[in-house]
């Protein structure tokens, strides 16, 4: 292999520039020409693509967001699109590539394969809603962030006795809203994938109150509905004083953790191997702390799981 493409694709997420980073040298020290496209697919099938040296990479590590810049292209669901993206591809004399991004952007990277053209997955996204890994990309970060701010939001809460219903992004997965509740001690996690109900949830909050806690956090996941909403439900079972906060796009920025740094440089060395052994089509995930992969097809197939032993966990540790 001579030469090698990379791009970014999707929702950005910090540590993606990590891992363009890990990609980027790891190829480079085996010789291979390396080759930045910009804005995902849409830069791909416009051209918009050029050759990256070791200092292109430099300084990069500690940054969010990604110097490769994201976008949406829906027309590359088209064969059309993905024959344009080939041609350029041919054009630039790229043999293989890696795509960092989600689910949606994995459906493109495996198009490419089926065209012949090699294409290995890295998952970066806040959400950590892949199949097939631990984690994702830019996961850590975003839960930190998260819990920073719930614990801004506690000292608040505490000076009013308020109750705050925060709301945290993760798509329709509770991932974030589970790490960053048990980590930022919240009352109560609020997730797509368990049942819940206002009702008991104003009662849990009375119970606390009645023994002296009058200060509430309830995280609650962006999949389940708007916090605002949440919170004019809570409030037909009582008056808690109750505040709604949305954090919104702050989780997807800011300089990633060492562990997403760490992730990202491990997954993104891995990517140039299989790449380099001839391999397409898959997708990199961290599994018990051991670097695997697998078929993208096999991904499609299978559902995420969140953690829920945190769901069980907080119920024991929010009393
Ligand atoms: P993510 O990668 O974070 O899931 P999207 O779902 O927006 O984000 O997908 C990112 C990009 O991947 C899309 O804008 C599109 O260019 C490409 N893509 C998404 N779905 C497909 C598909 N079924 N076939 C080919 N390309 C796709």
Redesign the pocket.
């Known amino acids: 292999m001579k030469k090698i493409g990379i791009m970014t694709?999707?929702?950005d997420a910090p540590g993606m520039n990590a891992a363009i980073r890990a990609v980027a040298r790891r190829a480079m020290s085996f010789g291979i020409e390396v080759y930045g496209i910009n804005y995902?697919?849409?830069g791909l099938v416009a051209g918009d693509i050029f050759k990256m040296e070791r200092s292109t990479v430099g300084d990069i590590i500690n940054r969010g967001g990604t110097i490769l810049y994201?976008?949406?292209?829906?027309?590359?669901?088209?064969e059309e699109?993905?024959l344009k993206g080939i041609e350029q591809l041919k054009k630039f004399g790229i043999d293989a590539l890696v795509v960092i991004?989600?689910?949606?952007?994995?459906?493109?990277a495996?198009?490419l394969t089926e065209h012949g053209y090699n294409a290995v997955g890295l998952p970066?996204?806040i959400d950590n809603d892949i199949p097939y890994t631990d984690f994702t990309i830019g996961f850590d970060t975003a839960v930190n962030t998260v819990v920073e701010s719930i614990d801004k939001i506690r000292d608040t809460a505490a000076s009013h006795e308020r109750t705050f219903v925060v709301e945290v992004m993760g798509r329709g997965a509770g991932d974030i809203a589970l790490w960053a509740g048990v980590a930022g001690g919240a009352d109560e996690i609020i997730v797509p994938e368990r049942e819940f109900n206002v009702e008991q949830v104003a009662k849990n909050i009375q119970n606390l109150r009645a023994r002296g806690k009058k200060h509430t956090i309830v995280v609650l996941a962006e999949g389940v509905m708007h916090a605002d909403e949440f919170m004019n439900q809570l409030k037909q079972y009582g008056d808690f004083d109750a505040r709604s906060t949305v954090l919104g796009h702050v989780q997807r920025g800011g300089s990633p953790s060492a562990r997403d740094r760490v992730l990202a440089s491990k997954m993104g060395a891995y990517a140039v191997d299989l790449l380099n052994e001839g391999k397409g089509g898959i997708a990199i995930g961290m599994e018990a702390n051991e670097l695997t992969y697998h078929n993208m097809t096999d991904l499609f197939s299978s559902k995420h799981k969140a953690d829920l032993s945190l769901y069980d966990i907080n119920k024991t540790l929010a009393k």
């Open positions: 694709s999707g929702g995902g697919y849409a994201s976008a949406r292209y829906p027309e590359f669901a088209q699109g993905q991004g989600g689910d949606g952007s994995y459906h493109g495996l198009r970066g996204t």
